[in-house]
């Protein structure tokens, strides 16, 4: 008799750590629902990568929710009034979305109540990150004992997990473990300000990290950047 694989949600945001989160959970035996969000950022690149990654990967259901937190503005990602930085800053940055992986992760959430799912992954990191307080371990640990709490599935005792496997790594180390896993990084868009065809600036906070990434790495950069 074939034994059914366990179902996981994965966070799908076309960039590269979720790119890895995704290979991560096929390795360990999950059977993925991927999950990405429109929320009105400044391009549709990355959602086009979502796609791409998940087709790579052989993902059936991928699903793609829209939602409107960028209406509240207060984000260089969603908000065209505020420019995206180019330079390093002290503190939290203008790219940090109010709340963004709070709401993604009720959605997630929800979808994995519906979908019989009792492990959400998703590819936040506290090393080489930009200083997002919802990135942080204290976050997550909070989030999942909201979540075995607040579910239907928690009181009834089937635990939700929220896996965060890249928390720990730096740059390089996700580049490494995810070319082991067969990622293609070339498919992926991590760029904040990324052009139509998905190419990406190289400047922003988001290009740097993932520039040095595959340098640290000792491996090629893939990434399409603008001319």
Do not use: W
């Not at 590269?16 to 059977?31: K, N, P």
């Not at 919802?134 to 579910?151: G, K, S, V």
């Not at 070339?186 to 740097?208: F, M, N, P, W």
């Amino acid at each position: 008799m074939t034994q059914t694989r366990p179902k996981a949600i994965i966070l799908l945001s076309g960039g590269l750590d979720s790119a890895t989160c995704l290979a991560i959970a096929l390795h360990e035996g999950f059977d993925p629902v991927a999950l990405s969000f429109d929320y009105g950022q400044r391009h549709n690149a990355e959602l086009a990568a979502s796609r791409r990654v998940a087709e790579a990967f052989g993902v059936l259901d991928h699903r793609v929710l829209r939602l409107e937190p960028g209406a509240m503005g207060g984000s260089a990602l969603t908000d065209t009034s505020i420019a995206v930085p180019t330079e390093e800053s002290e503190g939290i940055p203008v790219t940090y979305v109010p709340a963004r992986n709070t709401v993604f992760l009720s959605f997630a959430l929800g979808l994995a109540e519906v979908v019989g799912a009792d492990a959400i992954f998703i590819g936040v990191n506290a090393v080489d990150y930009s200083g997002y307080p919802d990135c942080r371990p204290e976050f997550i640990a909070a989030f999942e004992h909201l979540a075995n709490l607040a579910t239907k599935a928690g009181v009834e005792g089937h635990r939700m997990k929220i896996h965060t496997p890249l928390i720990a790594l730096t740059k390089a180390d996700i580049i490494a473990t995810g070319l082991r896993l067969g990622v293609d990084y070339a498919l992926t868009v991590s760029c904040y300000q990324a052009d139509i065809e998905g190419r990406a600036c190289g400047t922003c906070d988001s290009c740097r990290l993932r520039r040095k990434g595959f340098i640290d790495a000792g491996v090629p950069d893939p990434t399409h950047y603008q001319p």
